[in-house]
Nanobody, 120 residues
């Protein structure tokens, strides 16, 4: 059973940075992709970025390119999301998810989410 546990959220001022972590367990992830999604209050959850475990290849939606960086640490079975130059519109619950195969498609496993709040 795959388990994903996010951490690292918090309250920051605009322009600040956060690094979110997603600790994964339950199997080996050689052929898996991991994605980060976010959901603002009253809005639909949106896909933000993803990484393939096997080769580290990444995808970003246009709106976060240059500010968000996804990475993984194979030894720690952990995926990270570095967020720089935070904006109030980045506020929301950030979810880590995983699926077998490529970046795109339905994700099968989800973490509980971690709250990010950006305000002055």
């Amino acid at each position: 059973q795959v388990q994903l546990v996010e951490s690292g959220g918090g309250s920051v001022q605009p322009g600040g940075s956060l690094r979110l972590s997603c600790a994964a367990s339950g199997r080996t992830f050689g052929n898996y992709a991991f994605g980060w999604f976010r959901q603002a209050l009253g809005k639909q959850r949106e896909f933000v970025t993803a990484i393939r475990w096997s080769d580290g290849s990444t995808f970003y939606v246009q709106s976060v390119k240059g500010r968000f960086t996804i990475s993984r640490d194979n030894a720690k079975n952990t995926v990270y999301l570095q967020i720089n130059s935070l904006k109030p519109e980045d506020t929301g619950v950030y979810y880590c998810a995983s699926r077998e195969g490529s970046w795109f498609g339905m994700y099968d496993y989800w973490g509980q989410g971690t709250q990010v709040t950006v305000s002055s």
